[in-house]
């Protein structure tokens, strides 16, 4: 039985109204301006309404606190002068940092990883992407209690809940333990069954649409193969890997499905907890890899692909780079020469990646 204490906070984000709260490390690397706009994105997607954002520049942060204490302070202030009800943290916090934050600041507090975790949590449609974001939730919970102190661990817990000498604490970490492992056993099950319907024989050439999320690689599919799949303006609106017949001349097609999106730092858990679309990566002849040329991010968000598939080992795999929304890319378009641009919104381009496809899978 599920154990509804447990059940992730859905949605701790969706209603809110958040404060936005970064600290820019100026590092010349990692420019601040992209990624604050990309969380502010899937703060949209997960249903917050940003009230504000607060941007402190320091070389670092802090080991204790994030921020600065006055800076903490004023956090706390402006916050409650906007009715504020959550804290969104784009730096992904350390338990100490979360915990003395939360001291100063007296609102819930959500980081990049959480928030990311709550976009998949309210789009995952299937059991099994139900199953793996709960359990890359717990896993962040877990990982986040084991730093709290002793000093929360007297607090709450009801009578009956907690065995002899057992603090909260404890009891939290058996029972969410508890519910890892039976979410890992429900989704052996799940794989299994796909296991088995996946064993069935297959001659038939697979290509699989990589990118960045919100880049276009469901419309894409959908141009490509005149289908409908969900396609939204908001990042990681695809959860679960979709395929699609692609028809050529002559009776040929590929079969071709589109994954769920990637994003810079990925939490570990996700990654690995995307088996089903991984196991789709791993079958697939070829890849396309479907880039945003209308995006002025798109070099750093190739980059992020690029490290993805490596980390997966995928990058030995035939790859087509595609160029997507060439239509709003403006004159002079991000890419070099010779390199496929196409837009799944107007159908330029198409029929000349389907001829590129072609030429990168095999023979049936
Ligand atoms: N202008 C323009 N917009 C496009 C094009 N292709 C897709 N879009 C828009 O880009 C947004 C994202 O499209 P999706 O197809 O959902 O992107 P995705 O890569 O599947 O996104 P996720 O599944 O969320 O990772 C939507 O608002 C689309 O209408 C294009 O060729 N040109
Ligand atoms: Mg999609």
Not at 37 to 43: I, N, S, V, Y
Not at 194 to 217: D, F, M, W
Request: net charge neutral.
């Amino acid at each position: 039985m599920a154990d509804r204490t447990l059940a992730p906070d859905r949605s701790e984000v969706g209603a809110s109204r958040a404060l936005v709260v970064a600290v820019d490390t100026q590092d010349p690397r990692r420019p601040l301006e992209p990624e604050l706009a990309e969380f502010e994105a899937l703060a949209a997607a997960s249903g917050a309404t940003i009230v504000d954002r607060v941007v402190q520049r320091r070389d670092h942060v802090d080991p204790a606190l994030l921020v600065g204490s006055g800076k903490a302070h004023e956090i706390a202030d402006h916050a409650k002068a906007l009715d504020a009800t959550l804290l969104l943290v784009l730096n992904d916090l350390r338990p100490r940092q979360r915990k003395n934050l939360e001291k100063i600041v007296p609102l819930p507090i959500v980081d990049r990883t959480m928030l990311i975790l709550d976009v998949f949590a309210q789009h995952a449609r299937s059991r099994e992407g139900k199953l793996q974001v709960e359990l890359a939730q717990l896993r962040y919970r877990q990982s986040n209690l084991i730093g709290m102190g002793a000093d929360l661990s007297r607090l709450g817990g009801g009578i009956g809940t907690r065995g002899p000498g057992e603090t909260k604490l404890e009891v939290d970490r058996r029972r969410i333990q508890h519910r890892i492992s039976v979410l890992n056993r429900q989704l052996e099950d799940v794989r299994r069954q796909r296991a088995t319907r996946r064993a069935a024989p297959r001659h038939e050439p697979l290509v699989a649409l990589v990118g960045y999320t919100n880049v276009g690689k469901s419309s894409l599919l959908n141009r490509l193969a005149k289908s409908d799949a969900l396609v939204a303006d908001q990042p990681f609106a695809t959860l679960d890997p979709t395929m699609r017949r692609v028809w050529f001349k002559g009776d040929r097609y590929v079969r071709v499905v589109d994954t769920v999106g990637f994003i810079t730092d990925l939490p570990k858990d996700l990654v690995n907890a995307f088996r089903a679309t991984l196991e789709e990566l791993d079958d697939a002849d070829a890849l396309v890899h479907v880039v945003d040329a209308s995006n002025p991010d798109w070099p750093r968000q190739m980059q992020a692909v690029d490290a993805t598939l490596e980390e997966l080992s995928l990058d030995d795999k035939p790859r087509l780079i595609a160029f997507n929304k060439c239509d709003a890319a403006g004159a002079e378009p991000p890419h070099e020469a010779g390199e496929l641009c196409v837009s799944a919104r107007t159908g330029t381009g198409i029929d000349i990646l389907k001829e590129a496809l072609l030429r990168i899978v095999p023979e049936p």
